[in-house]
C-alpha cells in the first residue's frame, strides 16, 4: 500500500457511495435459513407517508449497531424492513393532493379512489427507506414487506375472522373517540391527553312549574342543546327535594328529569350534573343505566346537526362562543371560571376529540391480554430498561376492548358482507363467494344482493401481527421460514407505542403462535433539543437527517446520536455532539495515515496480535484491548449503547491514539518504525476496527480494506467480532502504566503552568512512600524518559526537595522539578493554591458520602473501602501540597 494513495483527509460521502453499494451487491445484509443460530430484528415499519426525522435515525441507528454486531458474531443477522400503510396518514395525504386537482373524495368511487391512493404509495412510498441506507442500515432489502400488500391483507383478513368466530369481536353501537377532521374513529391509545387553559360555564336551568332554578358547570355548554337529564347525588341534601321534577334544558325549552346516582361528586362544581348521553361517555352509561333519550346533535365533521335546532351547520367551537352569548343575553349565564384541564387529542391530525355514540367493531381483549401480560412479568420478554414493565402492567391489568374499526377506504376492508336491513343481517367472509353462500344459508333466501361494510381496520390491528406476518406466518403458518426466524430476538422502539404496537404483537404472539414475537425490547427516548421539548417540525427545533449526514457524514451523525442516548432515557440531542462524532472519524483516520506512512513501500506487512511480552506498551494495550472487549459486551447485554461506544471511544482515541502510537515511534527522527512492531500495531487496529464497526460502519470498512489485501468474503462486515481472552487482562500492567500516564500529565501540566517549552529538558525528582513503588516506578523508567525531555531523573525515598521547585502529588509519589532557573514563583504559587483548592473539592465530597450512614451501611464493602482510600489519598496529597506551598 502506497502512502501518496491515501487521502489526507477523509471523506464520508467518498466511503458510502463506495461500501454501502458492496455490501448490497455481495449480499451481505441478505438472510436465508441454514444452520447457523437465527438472529431477527424486525423494524418498527414507518409510515408510508414518511420521511426521515430524528426519532427514526436514533430508532434505526440503534438497530443497525445490534445487527451489525449479531453479523459479526457468526449469527444469521436477519433485519427485516418494510413500511405501514398507515391509513389515516396516508388518507389525508390523498384527499389533499386530490383537492389540489379540484377532485373531491365524495365524487370518487372507492375504487376510483384506491387507485390514486396506490398511485401516491408508489410514487412516495419507498422515500424513508431510500433514507434508510443514507444512514447505513444493514436490511435485508429483498424482505422489504408492507402492511397492505396482498399476503400481508390476507393475514390481517383471517386475523379478523378467527377472532369472530371465537367470538372476541362483535358490532354495537358505543361511544368512541371521534376524530372530527379524519372522520374516523379512534382507539384509546390514540388520543392524547394534553392539559389545556379552558373555561368552566355556570349556567342557569328552570325547576319546571316553580320559580328556582339549579346551576350546572359545564366545559362543553355547546352540548347543552343534547341534555336529556340533570343528576344530582342522592345523599345531597341541596337537591333530594328535586329528585323526580323536570327542569327545562336552555334555548330548547326541553323537559328533563332530575335523577339522583351516586355517581355524581357532591364537591366538583355545583354538585348538579348536566346529562348529554350521546356526547360524553360517562353521561351514556348514566344514560343506559337511567334509560334516557339520547340525543346526538353533532355532523361527523363536528358542526351542529339539525337535532340541535340552533347554531346548525356551525362548527363547534364556533357554537361555544354564540350558545355563551346567548345564555349570557337570556340572563342564565351566572359566571365563567378560568380552569386547568384535560382534553384529549388525536395522535393523528391532533383535533380536540369528540365523544360520540358509533356503530363500530371491537376486539374483546381480556382473554387475549393474560398471556401476555404473565410472559413480560415472569420475563420470559425482558424489557430494557426494566421500569417500562410497571407502565405495561398497569395498561394490560385495565385493558378495554379495542376499536377496530375505522371509517377510511384506505386500509384492510372489513369483511362483514350485508344482506338486509336487520341488525344481524350479515356474515363474515373472506371473499364474495363464500359471503354469498353463507348469507343464504342464514337466511334461507336464494336472491341475495351483498354489500361489503365500507370500513377498515384499524392500522394497528396489521401492525401487532408484523413478526409473524413479514415470515409468512399466516400463508405458511408451518413454513421453513416462520418456523426458523420466530420467535425473533430483539425489538427496538420507543415508549410511546408501548401500548400501539408491542403490547398487541405479544398479545397476537401468544394467540397464534402459541409464544412470545420476541425476547428483548429495548425502549430508546424521545430525541429532544437543548431545551428539553421534543423535537418537531412545527416547533422547528428538529435538524433534517439528509442535512445531518451530509454534513458530518453517516458515521459522524450515528456517533453523534448515540453519544446523547443513554440506555431509556430522552435524549437532548446537540449538532455538536455529530461535529465529535466527524472528529472521531478525523481521529481515526489520523492514525492509520501515520502507520501508514511507516510501511516501507513493496513490503509486506502481516497484521499480528502476538505482541512482545517485553514491551510494556504493547501487554498494557492488549490488556486494556480485552478489558473494552469485555465491558462492551457486558453494555451490549444490557442494551447500553451509548456505555459501549464511550468504551471504544476512550480506547481508541485515548489510548491508542494519544499514548500507545506515542511510544512506538522510533527514537531516531526520520526513520520508520520497526517492522514487527509496525505489525503488532496494525493488529491493535484491526481490532479495533472490529470493535468500532458497528457504530462508524464506513470508516471501519474503509480502512480494514486498506490495511491489507482481501478478498470479497474477508469484509469486515462479516469479519469475525473479537472474543475477550480474559487471561491477558492484567490488572498489575494497567497500574504501572496509569503511573506513567499521571506522572507524564502532571510534567506537562507544570510545563504549560509554568510557561515551559515542550523540549527543553528538565530535571525531575520522583521522592516515592516505600521501596516497592520504586521498584515500579524504576520499571517504566524508560517510557517516562521516551515521553518527557529530561536531563535526569531521579527515584528514592530519601531525598532533599530543592527550596525552589515545582511539584505534584501522584498516588502518594511527589514529582519534584527543580526550577531555580525557570521558576515565576507568584504563578508556581498559584498553581499550588489551585491544586490545594480542587483536593479540598475532593475530599469533601468523598467525606460526604462517607458521613453518610446509608451509604456505608448499604453499598457494597468494597466500595466503600475503595472511597475510604480515596479519602486517605487526597488527605496525604493535601499535607504535601500545603508543605510545599509552605516551602515556596
Known sequence: MSTSEIPKIFSPSEAEAKWYPFWEKNGFFRSVPDEREPYAIVIPPPNVTGVLHMGHMLNNTIQDVIIRRARMMGKNACWVPGTDHASIATEAKVVARLREKGIKKSDLSRDEFMRHAWDWTNEYGDTILKQLRKLGASCDWQRTRFTLEADLYDAVIDCFIHFYEKGQIYRGLRMVNWDPVAKTALSDEEVIHKEVSSKLYYVKYQVKDADAFVTIATTRPETILADTAVCVNPNDDRYTHLVGKKVII?????????????????????????????????????????????????????????????????????????????????????????IKNKVGYSERTDAVIEPKLSLQWFLKMEETAKPALDNVMNETIRFFPEKFKNSYRNWMENVHDWCISRQLWWGHQIPAWYYGSGENDYVIAKTEEEALQKAKAKSGLDAITLKQDEDVLDTWFSSWLWPISVFDGFKNPDGEEINYYYPTKDLVTAPEIMFFWVARMIMAGYEFRGEKPFSNVYYHGIVRDKQRRKMSKSLGNSPDPIELINKFGADGTRVGMLFSAPAGNDLMFDEALCEQGRNFSNKIWNAFRFLSMNMEEGETYTPSLAL?????????????????????????????????????????????????????????????????????????????????????????????????????????????????????????????????????????????????????????????????????????????????????????????????????????????????????VDKERERIQKEIQRTEGFLKSVSGKLSNEKFVNNAPEAVVAKERAKQADAEANLEKLRAALEEL
Open 250 to 338: 336552555p334555548m330548547v325549552n326541553r323537559e328533563v328529569p332530575v335523577i339522583a346516582d351516586e355517581y355524581v361528586e357532591m364537591e366538583f362544581g355545583t354538585g348538579c350534573l348536566k346529562v348529554t348521553p350521546a356526547h360524553d361517555v360517562n353521561d351514556n352509561d348514566l344514560g343506559i343505566k337511567h334509560g334516557l333519550e339520547v340525543i346526538d346533535m353533532l355532523n361527523d365533521d363536528a358542526t351542529l346537526s339539525d337535532t340541535a335546532q340552533f347554531y346548525i351547520g356551525e362548527d363547534r367551537f364556533k357554537a361555544r362562543k354564540l350558545i355563551i352569548s346567548d345564555l349570557e343575553e337570556a340572563g342564565l349565564l351566572v359566571k365563567v371560571e378560568d
Open 612 to 824: 512482545d511480552a517485553g514491551f510494556l506498551p504493547d501487554q498494557w494495550m492488549l490488556s486494556r484491548l480485552n478489558r473494552t472487549i469485555s465491558e462492551m459486551d457486558e453494555s451490549f447485554e444490557q442494551f447500553r449503547l451509548n456505555e459501549a461506544l464511550q468504551k471504544i471511544y476512550s480506547l481508541v482515541w485515548d489510548d491508542f491514539c494519544d499514548w500507545y502510537i506515542e511510544l512506538i515511534k522510533p527514537e531516531t527522527p526520520g526513520s520508520k518504525i520497526e517492522k514487527a512492531r509496525l505489525e503488532r500495531a496494525l493488529g491493535l487496529f484491526e481490532a479495533l476496527m472490529k470493535l468500532l464497526h458497528p457504530f462508524t460502519p464506513f470508516i471501519s470498512e474503509e480502512i480494514w480494506q486498506r490495511i491489507q489485501k482481501r478478498s470479497t468474503g474477508e469484509a469486515l462486515i462479516v469479519s469475525a467480532w473479537p472474543e475477550a481472552d480474559k487471561s491477558l487482562i492484567n490488572d498489575d500492567i494497567e497500574s504501572r502504566f496509569v503511573m506513567v500516564q499521571e506522572l507524564v500529565s502532571a510534567m506537562r501540566n507544570i510545563r504549560a503552568e509554568s510557561g515551559l517549552s515542550p523540549n527543553l529538558e528538565l530535571e525531575v525528582m520522583l521522592r516515592v512512600p516505600d521501596e516497592e513503588t520504586a521498584t515500579q516506578l524504576k520499571s517504566v523508567q524508560g517510557l517516562i524518559l521516551r515521553l518527557q525531555k529530561t536531563k535526569s531523573l531521579e527515584i528514592g525515598t530519601a531525598f532533599e526537595k530543592p527550596s525552589q521547585s515545582a511539584s505534584a502529588l501522584v498516588k502518594g509519589t511527589e514529582l519534584i522539578i527543580p526550577m531555580a532557573d525557570h521558576i515565576d
